[in-house]
């Protein structure tokens, strides 16, 4: 399969699967079910560009990007899965969605959902570019481009484990988690979240001409920074935030960075 098909093919597996996603929130009341979808579907279009696409490159590369992108899949859909299903509650940033967009709701989260999946679409030419660099495999920017998708894995988990042993403390009910990676900055998982699509460009960027397809994997690293710290992870998170813990969160924002793990500054 052709590079050209096998991207075609990814970005429709991805589209279907947010299709999909949409009929599973309409039937339980829960769009939080769409970030389960997305991050499955990132990885089955990554998998398919990583091994489906014939190239020159060596085979093991193929693999090391597949799995990468694959294990990023998994750890991170079943991570939201667990948490979706046993919600009390719509997570917050779709429970606004559903408010602000009143009757509307349905039919413009299923486009929202479809620009997901284009924005998916730059994620899976990120896999690609790495999967299919020429050149020996287990080069020395193989190994730290897994290494470095190693330590976001180990941050994030951690940083959700953090949150998580905060919130089920009853006694800090109503409180801001500032405690661990979480007093270093207000949103480590995703600061980690990014840090992992950073490990793709470290593989595929060449320096030879011949492999010019290589800077497509700085696609994946900048449009996950603009989501995530521009568009559908801080701002709405931090607006939340906001209403529930109003001064208490203001306070965390003056001396806690909002995404690069820092020390706190002093008030």
């Not at 039937?27 to 990583?50: E, K, N, P, R, Y």
């Not at 490990?199 to 290589?214: D, E």
Request: aromatic fraction near 14%; hydrophobic fraction near 50%.
């Amino acid at each position: 399969m052709t590079a050209i098909s096998s991207i075609i093919l990814a970005s429709l597996a991805v589209s279907v699967m947010m299709m999909i996603a949409w009929a599973v929130q309409k039937a339980t009341h829960q769009a939080g079910w769409a970030d389960v979808f997305w991050s499955f579907a990132i990885g089955i279009g990554g998998l398919i560009v990583a091994l489906m696409t014939v190239s020159d490159a060596p085979i093991k590369r193929s693999w090391l990007a597949g799995a990468m992108v694959g294990f990023w899949s998994l750890r991170l859909g079943f991570h939201i899965l667990a948490r979706t299903a046993t919600a009390t509650y719509e997570d917050p940033r779709y429970a606004d969605l559903r408010r602000e967009w009143g009757d509307k709701f349905q039919a413009r989260l299923f486009g929202f959902l479809q620009i997901q999946a284009l924005c998916g679409i730059g994620l899976v030419a990120t896999v690609y570019a790495a999967a299919h660099r020429p050149g020996p495999a287990f080069a020395i920017t193989d190994c730290l481009g897994l290494g470095l998708l190693i330590v976001s894995v180990i941050g994030e988990t951690l940083a959700d484990r953090q949150l998580r042993a905060f919130t089920l403390d009853k006694a800090n009910h109503g409180k801001v988690c500032d405690k661990g990676l979480w007093s270093w900055s207000r949103h480590p998982n995703y600061f980690f979240e990014w840090l992992g699509w950073v490990a793709y460009p470290v593989i595929a960027i060449s320096f030879h001409p011949y492999w010019w397809q290589g800077w497509l994997s700085l696609i994946g690293p900048l449009l996950m920074y603009w989501l995530l710290v521009h568009v559908s992870g801080i701002p709405p998170l931090e607006i939340h935030m906001l209403k529930s813990r109003g001064d208490a969160f203001k306070a965390y924002m003056a001396r806690t960075s909002a995404f690069i793990p820092l020390p706190p500054r002093k008030n």
